[in-house]
């Protein structure tokens, strides 16, 4: 037999038989029972109603996440980047407290061994050089120190808190400094013009909803989705706020007998905020008369103003806070060289125009890269941090990133929604739950700024409590509305739940969310009652765990909760999901092995997902007596088989 060696061993515990190889059902699981429904009590406890579970089914559909086999592009990278010229960076300036980064550019030797070391091996390196916009390039053309040259005249810095929120390094940087390969000044594509007298007076929705030129797949539009419900899952002093959401989508349009299912998604086309709309219009001092003045826009090519339309030449009427309100990613996408470009040729003061063209030239690559993998920038913040620019708005919006739609799982079966004894005039609803992405806001040290998405649906949310918390019945007055569309890409999640197997959920954070689905639906039919096990991670479970008490009466049986946070009561170390799954071992083993039986893991793929595999990597090692290339091969097959279905992001 292979021999095998690793890092973490399997306990023996009453859940976990590491030296036994025969895969058998877990002795004394509590047999669950089937209980008629009460008409009196609700089902999925998600308009603030407490819950009672009888029951148990199948089914599933949201954006796929591809794997990506990371050692060959490793080993092509590091081969590729032996070939490059020794690159040097020389930081004068004094090193200051920094927003954290999600990678930085670090000076290497020619050494093959210390390009693998400055990357790292596997996934988490692709992922590196794919942030970066080059996959190696900012090695190239690095600026050589010249302060010592005669006649050597340094850039002055600006002297604002937006560009020192930016943390450039900038290195011996002169205004007489030669910069070559700079980036072309991009085209503009579109163009304002006066709207024809003959044309229908535009009515503008740009604070409800999308304008209808916003479309996710013509020929179907956006569908604004009335909110029945809106309640906070986490409590005061959790990491990060959840919030849980009814929509009704009872009117939703056909679309051909394609239909919402449990582990699907949602596409959620979110605004963005008002206050940063009018942060850029005052920036670039846009007149107020102007800003929801109706024009004919009228572009040469592409898709943009829509999400995924047709490439062609565009003439429709909309008004300019339409389009930034609702077309243009203003805040979570990095800066790219031609929107650089772009604000260094309308800038008028000359160490800003020179810091801007450098860093769209072969000399400021390796600065560039360090600014695209930093903290989101938002077009605000780098505009204030070059405040001589003024770039024409249809010239900034031709380089702007489209806004795209966030995609959300539901985290309910929509049939068991739909079946609620207090649902009125058979109203049918689809939940999800968003957890609240927030980073560092430039204007102010410690303040936060939230995510385009979750953001938007904090407000939604904050609107409906707030008025239910005045007596106030929201859904009468307020006609919260939120721009959705059934998602188009498969789930692996959804794709793969069915059949009558047993299964085991692993998830972490929201991941939990589509878990609910899963389990509400099995807990409908009797024959799969026995056979799911849910292994849900969390910081803390006072604070933080989503859906506690929503999984019916036997919730407390088929669960097992693990808490991250440490220095709790007679608690050494933190515990996490992984560590979960190495006591569970002899249930992995069953499940993986059972006819029709399949492994779901759900969560972010940093720390939680890579400890998982690994975690089952080991279960298999052990339990089957396999190497370690054996058991990661192992787990290849189960997951082409789809047995083992892994969406992490």
């Given at each position: 037999m292979a021999s095998?060696?690793?890092?973490?061993?399997?306990?023996t515990t009453a859940t976990s038989h590491p030296n036994d190889p025969i895969p058998s059902e877990p002795k004394n699981?509590?047999?669950?029972?089937?209980?008629?429904?009460?008409?009196?009590?609700?089902?999925?406890?998600?308009?603030?109603?407490?819950?009672?579970?009888?029951?148990?089914?199948?089914e599933s559909e949201a954006p796929l996440t591809p794997n990506t086999d990371a050692e060959p592009q490793i080993d092509e990278l590091v081969d590729k980047l032996q070939q490059?010229?020794?690159?040097?960076?020389?930081?004068?300036?004094?090193?200051?407290?920094?927003?954290?980064?999600?990678a930085s550019t670090t000076l290497i030797t020619e050494s093959a061994d210390d390009i693998r070391r400055l990357l790292g091996d596997g996934e988490t390196a692709t992922k590196l050089i794919s942030q970066c916009c080059g996959g190696g390039c900012c090695l190239l053309n690095t600026l050589a120190p010249d302060n010592a040259e005669p006649g050597f005249e340094p850039v002055v810095i600006p002297d604002n808190q937006a560009f020192r929120s930016l943390n450039l390094r900038l290195g011996?940087?002169?205004?007489?400094?030669?910069?070559?390969?700079?980036?072309?000044?991009?085209?503009?594509?579109?163009?304002?013009?006066?709207?024809?007298?003959?044309?229908?007076?535009?009515?503008?929705?740009?604070?409800?909803?999308?304008p209808q030129y916003v479309q996710p797949h013509p020929p179907y539009q956006v569908y604004s989705a009335p909110v029945y419900h809106a309640r906070e899952l986490t409590k005061p002093g959790a990491e990060k706020r959840t919030f849980h959401f009814d929509l009704d989508v009872t009117d939703y349009p056909d679309e051909g007998g394609v239909d919402f299912k449990v582990g699907g998604a949602v596409g959620i086309c979110p605004p963005n905020a008002p206050e940063i709309v009018d942060e850029l219009f005052d920036i670039l001092c846009i007149p107020k008369f102007v800003r929801d003045k109706p024009v004919l826009l009228k572009t040469k090519t592409g898709r943009w103003p829509t999400i995924?339309?047709?490439?062609?030449?565009?003439?429709?009427?909309?008004?300019?806070?339409?389009?930034?309100?609702?077309?243009?990613?203003?805040?979570?996408?990095?800066?790219?060289?031609?929107?650089?470009?772009?604000?260094?040729?309308?800038?008028?003061?000359?160490?800003?125009?020179?810091?801007?063209?450098?860093?769209?030239?072969?000399?400021?690559?390796?600065?560039?890269?360090?600014?695209r993998t930093s903290s989101h920038i938002t077009i605000a913040q780098l505009l204030s941090a070059f405040p001589s620019s003024k770039p024409p708005l249809p010239n900034l919006l031709s380089v702007l990133q489209q806004l795209m739609p966030r995609f959300y799982s539901l985290s309910n079966d929509p049939h068991i929604s739909s079946e609620r004894p207090s649902l009125p005039g058979n109203r049918r609803l689809i939940e999800m739950a968003v957890t609240i992405h927030e980073t560092p806001d430039w204007h102010k040290d410690g303040a936060t700024r939230t995510g385009v998405g979750s953001g938007y649906m904090e407000r939604i949310a904050?609107?409906?409590?707030?008025?239910?918390?005045?007596?106030?019945?929201p859904r009468a007055i307020l006609d919260l509305r939120v721009p959705m569309f059934r998602g188009l890409m498969a789930n692996p999640l959804s794709r793969q739940f069915g059949g009558e197997g047993p299964m085991v959920l692993i998830g972490a954070g929201v991941?939990?969310?589509?878990?609910?689905?899963?389990?509400?639906?099995r807990l409908k039919?009797?024959?799969?009652?026995?056979?799911?096990?849910?292994?849900?991670?969390?910081?803390?479970?006072?604070?933080?765990?989503?859906?506690?008490?929503?999984?019916?009466?036997?919730?407390?049986?088929?669960?097992?909760?693990?808490?991250?946070?440490?220095?709790?009561?007679?608690?050494?170390?933190?515990?996490?999901?992984?560590?979960?799954?190495?006591?569970?071992?002899?249930?992995?083993?069953f499940v993986i092995n059972a006819l029709d039986g399949r492994i779901f893991v759900c969560g972010s793929s940093k720390g939680m997902g890579e400890g998982v595999e690994s975690a089952l990597v080991d279960v298999v090692m052990q339990k089957g007596g396999m190497c370690e290339a054996e058991a990661k091969e192992f787990w290849n097959k189960k997951k082409d088989d789809g047995q083992y279905i892994a969406e992490t992001w």
């Amino acid at each position: 037999m292979a021999s095998h060696t690793r890092r973490h061993s399997i306990p023996t515990t009453a859940t976990s038989h590491p030296n036994d190889p025969i895969p058998s059902e877990p002795k004394n699981i509590p047999q669950r029972s089937l209980q008629p429904e009460q008409p009196e009590q609700t089902s999925p406890r998600s308009s603030g109603e407490s819950i009672i579970w009888s029951g148990t089914s199948s089914e599933s559909e949201a954006p796929l996440t591809p794997n990506t086999d990371a050692e060959p592009q490793i080993d092509e990278l590091v081969d590729k980047l032996q070939q490059l010229p020794t690159a040097a960076l020389n930081f004068d300036a004094p090193e200051k407290a920094q927003r954290g980064r999600r990678a930085s550019t670090t000076l290497i030797t020619e050494s093959a061994d210390d390009i693998r070391r400055l990357l790292g091996d596997g996934e988490t390196a692709t992922k590196l050089i794919s942030q970066c916009c080059g996959g190696g390039c900012c090695l190239l053309n690095t600026l050589a120190p010249d302060n010592a040259e005669p006649g050597f005249e340094p850039v002055v810095i600006p002297d604002n808190q937006a560009f020192r929120s930016l943390n450039l390094r900038l290195g011996p940087l002169g205004l007489a400094t030669e910069l070559t390969n700079t980036t072309p000044l991009p085209p503009v594509n579109l163009s304002f013009e006066p709207i024809s007298p003959s044309e229908p007076k535009h009515v503008s929705t740009v604070h409800k909803e999308p304008p209808q030129y916003v479309q996710p797949h013509p020929p179907y539009q956006v569908y604004s989705a009335p909110v029945y419900h809106a309640r906070e899952l986490t409590k005061p002093g959790a990491e990060k706020r959840t919030f849980h959401f009814d929509l009704d989508v009872t009117d939703y349009p056909d679309e051909g007998g394609v239909d919402f299912k449990v582990g699907g998604a949602v596409g959620i086309c979110p605004p963005n905020a008002p206050e940063i709309v009018d942060e850029l219009f005052d920036i670039l001092c846009i007149p107020k008369f102007v800003r929801d003045k109706p024009v004919l826009l009228k572009t040469k090519t592409g898709r943009w103003p829509t999400i995924w339309g047709d490439d062609q030449a565009r003439e429709l009427v909309t008004t300019r806070r339409e389009l930034l309100t609702w077309c243009a990613d203003l805040q979570s996408t990095p800066p790219t060289k031609n929107l650089l470009r772009l604000i260094a040729e309308y800038a008028g003061a000359p160490n800003e125009k020179k810091i801007l063209t450098y860093l769209s030239s072969a000399q400021g690559q390796a600065a560039f890269c360090d600014l695209r993998t930093s903290s989101h920038i938002t077009i605000a913040q780098l505009l204030s941090a070059f405040p001589s620019s003024k770039p024409p708005l249809p010239n900034l919006l031709s380089v702007l990133q489209q806004l795209m739609p966030r995609f959300y799982s539901l985290s309910n079966d929509p049939h068991i929604s739909s079946e609620r004894p207090s649902l009125p005039g058979n109203r049918r609803l689809i939940e999800m739950a968003v957890t609240i992405h927030e980073t560092p806001d430039w204007h102010k040290d410690g303040a936060t700024r939230t995510g385009v998405g979750s953001g938007y649906m904090e407000r939604i949310a904050q609107s409906f409590i707030g008025a239910e918390n005045e007596g106030i019945d929201p859904r009468a007055i307020l006609d919260l509305r939120v721009p959705m569309f059934r998602g188009l890409m498969a789930n692996p999640l959804s794709r793969q739940f069915g059949g009558e197997g047993p299964m085991v959920l692993i998830g972490a954070g929201v991941g939990m969310a589509p878990f609910r689905g899963f389990i509400l639906n099995r807990l409908k039919n009797a024959n799969c009652a026995n056979k799911i096990w849910l292994i849900q991670g969390v910081r803390d479970s006072m604070v933080d765990e989503l859906y506690s008490g929503e999984l019916g009466d036997h919730e407390a049986e088929i669960k097992k909760v693990v808490q991250s946070r440490k220095n709790k009561p007679g608690k050494s170390e933190a515990k996490y999901v992984q560590d979960e799954v190495r006591l569970q071992a002899d249930i992995v083993w069953f499940v993986i092995n059972a006819l029709d039986g399949r492994i779901f893991v759900c969560g972010s793929s940093k720390g939680m997902g890579e400890g998982v595999e690994s975690a089952l990597v080991d279960v298999v090692m052990q339990k089957g007596g396999m190497c370690e290339a054996e058991a990661k091969e192992f787990w290849n097959k189960k997951k082409d088989d789809g047995q083992y279905i892994a969406e992490t992001w």
